[in-house]
Nanobody
Framework: QVQLVESGGGLVQAGGSLRLSCAVSAPIFGFNVIEWYRQDPGKQRELLAAITLAGSTDYADSVKGRFTISRDTAKNMVYLQMNNLKPEDTGVYFC??????????WGQGTQVTVSS
């Protein structure tokens, strides 16, 4: 069974940086898209960044210029580099992989807290 495991979350002051990691138990090239989401309590998950099979990337307006999604295919790892963090970036961060149009695999999430 495909498994995604996030790590790298923690406490950071505003203006600081964190790098989140998503370890995937299957070859990354088997996924059409791998994405990062963020969820605050009582809210829906927000799509932050995506990387396609071809390697192209897209970002939500709220994180453009601050967050970077990347991958290491040899290690089956996907990363989210987060710079210039703001208190509103606080939340649980999830990675999600999609295979075809009807199969999605979610990680368990990692908590990021940005203090002012």
């Amino acid at each position: 069974q495909v498994q995604l495991v996030e790590s790298g979350g923690g406490l950071v002051q505003a203006g600081g940086s964190l790098r989140l990691s998503c370890a995937v138990s299957a070859p990354i090239f088997g996924f059409n898209v791998i994405e990062w989401y963020r969820q605050d309590p009582g809210k829906q998950r927000e799509l932050l960044a995506a990387i396609t099979l071809a390697g192209s990337t897209d970002y939500a307006d709220s994180v453009k210029g601050r967050f970077t999604i990347s991958r290491d295919t040899a290690k089956n790892m996907v990363y989210l580099q987060m710079n210039n963090l703001k208190p509103e970036d606080t939340g649980v961060y999830f990675c999600k992989g999609r295979v075809g149009s009807d199969h999605e695999y979610w990680g368990q999430g990692t908590q990021v807290t940005v203090s002012s």
